[in-house]
């Protein structure tokens, strides 16, 4: 734990007291041996205490670089800083600028992760992607209208189109909000009152951002830390792939994420009306800001809602996230769901299509020219179709899919294309995503069927390599010889036996995990590797935390919909604590008027919502008809409780139970407060 200094003055006194407390009790003989024993004890451990202070005040100022900011290195990250030369070489596309495309069109790169878009129309701007945090948004926006002809005061954001639900294209939102107009008469009521901004996307964006955000967002933060590299520093961090750095540092107030939902959207319509595979692929819908015309394409690739746009009057192709300067990522270790390679050549296609004289991506630099547009795409699709025919090929031949990981290559004739090189996706990676996609986890090998767990495999391999100390001796070996793979897979078997294991070899398989990973991380030309190997060797060491802050999860409670979040703990059900208890708890939101019932059976949750002006029995038969098909009686067996409180006082309550109950925030109505206890210890308190 971090002390400031004033702590450890009282550390400092409190050792001295203590090592002379037991001299008061002594005859005089001992006396003076005490005092002088315990004297020297106090100095080594002010020694130690300072050594240790002195390393907390080196980590502190690595902390103060994180996010891509220059700071001062550590000594880890000077150790370990040098990058793949090619990757050295992509960083110069993500200089920080404002690119004019064409007289009414620019486009901000560098800012963070992603490029955001500014289309001036007649009175308004209309703003493509917004950045992934509040801050980039505001650098942006300073920026476009220091250009010449979007400064002007009458030039307010008419509207913002999402291309699809990622962070880094809708996490600024707000910023350009701020000074937002309705630009359309359609938006002004019967009063006279405008209405808000519009934001479009697909009608799957919404859905995809809460999905996101709420169930995956703890690990998703995690391992997006270290895909990205975003807690990393200058030089440790070469860049992120396709952007500079996932921009997410800045504390300051109203600097955070500011994602507004989008409140136009279009495809539902031909969603509701498609049959069969791949017949909501393409549809578009042609909608008029500030007197631009621009034709919305629904065209998924690295997102099933990705929305390309058109600009008929400039013949400019603004292609999300379907293109960028690098081999796509046609799996994202940071954990995503299955992206079909074959909708995004689809998609492609549309786009080629379109035969664009200007194509602007979300991530990296605008093409110009026709020719070159129709060149890159064409090569984009026929590498994602060449990846995904020939892992086809070897699956239907039955390879394993870390086999066929190792045997498909990128034709020679594309291999080398600058923007195909691996900077951000990988092959590898690819193909073991395309077979998961059609034949799911199991490779057909049946050693697989019932697996070992990872300790117990750990073990027994640790046994047959002679014991921890002889595995660790051979992993070493391994990495002095550039045998890096083998090295690793060899170590985080025995570090697998932890709790088994003697200080001194968990002290030195650790410092050897993280020599292997920072060897592993400077040879790599995928960014994306370089990052997750570089951040978990600082985890490993100590160095580095990479779990969810107590400030974003604050925040998330305090903002996310009530629904969400009732919603969201069912996947913090522990299974074990719940077994064989039945409860069902009715929680009346005062202010909003909403109700809801919580029931817990089988170890699962299930929330239900009711009229507030329904009994406790009635929303059981509710919500019996709904499980099971009929209407019985609620089950003498459930323990039944019933709590009135704000919606804010139930936020508060799963940020801190104990405090809420004290100051007497919630009624509980029914039940007693041993069973609300009862029903909350059923419940994961680690998570």
């Given at each position: 734990n971090r002390s400031n200094r004033h702590n450890q003055q009282r550390l400092d006194m409190t050792i001295i007291s203590t090592a002379l407390h037991g001299c008061l009790f002594s005859d005089r003989a001992t006396v003076a041996v005490a005092i002088a024993?315990?004297?020297?004890?106090?100095?080594?451990?002010?020694?130690?205490?300072?050594?240790?202070?002195?390393?907390?005040?080196?980590?502190?100022?690595?902390?103060?670089?994180?996010?891509?900011?220059?700071?001062?290195?550590?000594?880890?990250?000077?150790?370990?800083?040098?990058?793949?030369?090619?990757?050295?070489?992509?960083?110069?596309?993500?200089?920080?600028?404002?690119?004019?495309?064409?007289?009414?069109?620019?486009?901000?790169?560098?800012?963070?992760?992603?490029?955001?878009?500014?289309?001036?129309?007649?009175?308004?701007?209309?703003?493509?992607?917004?950045?992934?945090?509040?801050?980039?948004?505001?650098?942006?926006?300073?920026?476009?209208?220091?250009?010449?002809?979007?400064?002007?005061?009458?030039?307010?954001?008419?509207?913002?189109?999402?291309?699809?639900?990622?962070?880094?294209?809708?996490?600024?939102?707000?910023?350009?909000?701020e000074e937002a107009k309705s630009s359309s008469t359609e938006d002004v009521d019967d009063d006279g009152d405008e209405h808000e901004c519009e934001i479009w996307a697909h009608h799957s964006t919404e859905g995809m951002i809460r999905q996101f955000n709420i169930v995956m967002g703890p690990i998703a933060y995690v391992r997006s830390a270290r895909q990205f590299g975003n807690l990393l520093t200058k030089p440790m961090l070469e860049n992120s792939g396709i952007g500079p750095f996932l921009r997410l540092d800045d504390d300051g107030p109203g600097k955070k994420v500011d994602v507004v939902l989008p409140n136009r959207t279009y495809g539902d319509e031909e969603a509701s009306g498609a049959k069969g595979k791949g017949k909501c692929e393409g549809a578009r819908r042609t909608i008029e800001i500030a007197g631009v015309t621009l034709e919305l394409i629904h065209a998924p690739g690295e997102t099933d809602d990705q929305t390309v746009v058109y600009m008929p009057s400039r013949r400019m192709l603004?292609?999300?996230?379907?293109?960028?300067?690098?081999?796509?990522?046609?799996?994202?270790?940071?954990?995503?769901?299955?992206?079909?390679?074959?909708?995004?050549?689809?998609?492609?296609?549309?786009?080629?299509?379109?035969?664009?004289?200007?194509?602007v991506p979300s991530h990296t630099l605008p093409v110009f020219g026709r020719e070159e547009v129709a060149e890159r795409l064409r090569n984009y699709r026929d590498a994602i179709a060449h990846v995904h025919d020939q892992t086809v090929r070897f699956a239907l031949k039955g390879h394993h899919p870390d086999r066929i990981a190792n045997e498909v290559k990128l034709p020679g004739t594309v291999r080398g294309l600058e923007y195909l090189k691996e900077f951000y996706g990988t092959v590898r990676w690819s193909c073991k995503s395309i077979f998961h996609g059609y034949l799911g986890w199991f490779s057909g090998e049946p050693s697989e069927l019932f697996q070992l767990s990872p300790s117990e495999r750990s073990a027994r391999m640790v046994r047959l390599g002679g014991g921890p100390e002889r595995c660790l001796a051979v992993a070493r070996e391994s990495m002095l010889d550039g045998d890096l793979q083998w090295a690793l897979e060899l170590v985080t078997a025995v570090s697998q036996l932890h709790e088994d294991l003697s200080w001194s070899v968990r002290r030195g398989a650790t410092a050897l995990r993280v020599d292997i990973l920072r060897k592993l991380g400077t040879g790599q030309i995928s960014a994306n590797a370089r990052n997750y190997y570089l951040t978990t060797a600082l985890e490993a060491e100590g160095s580095l935390d990479t779990s969810l802050p107590k400030a974003l999860l604050e925040e998330a409670t305090m903002t996310t919909a009530i629904e969400d979040i009732l919603d969201a703990m069912r996947y913090r059900i522990d299974a074990d604590a719940a077994e064989g208890r039945e409860w069902q708890l009715r929680i009346n939101y005062l202010d909003s008027g909403k109700s809801f019932v919580l029931v817990l059976r089988n170890s699962v949750m299930t929330v239900v919502p009711v009229s507030s002006s329904s009994s406790e029995e009635e929303s059981v038969a509710a919500l019996l008809l709904r499980m099971d098909g009929k209407s019985p009686q609620p089950s003498p067996a459930i323990t039944m409780m019933e709590v009135s409180c704000t919606e804010l006082a139930w936020r508060k309550f799963l940020l801190s139970p104990i405090k809420s109950l004290l100051v007497g925030n919630m009624t509980l109505t029914k039940g007693s407060l041993a069973d609300f206890r009862a029903f909350g210890s059923c419940f994961d308190r680690s998570m």
């Open positions: 024993t315990s004297a020297f004890t106090a100095v080594v451990f002010l020694w130690l205490c300072r050594s240790i202070r002195k390393r907390v005040d080196t980590f502190d100022e690595r902390d103060r670089g994180r996010g891509g900011k220059e700071g001062p290195p550590s000594p880890a990250s000077s150790s370990c800083c040098s990058a793949h030369e090619q990757l050295r070489e992509h960083t110069h596309i993500f200089a920080k600028r404002v690119i004019r495309v064409a007289d009414d069109v620019l486009v901000a790169t560098g800012y963070g992760l992603s490029n955001s878009i500014c289309i001036r129309g007649d009175g308004g701007l209309i703003i493509i992607d917004t950045c992934e945090s509040r801050a980039a948004a505001e650098e942006c926006l300073r920026d476009f209208r220091a250009q010449p002809g979007f400064g002007g005061d009458d030039l307010k954001v008419a509207g913002v189109i999402y291309t699809h639900f990622h962070q880094d294209h809708v996490g600024g939102t707000g910023a350009f909000l603004f292609a999300a996230d379907n293109y960028y300067e690098a081999f796509p990522n046609l799996y994202a270790i940071r954990g995503v769901p299955y992206r079909d390679p074959m909708k995004w050549v689809r998609s492609l296609d549309l786009m080629r299509s379109l035969e664009a004289d200007v194509m």
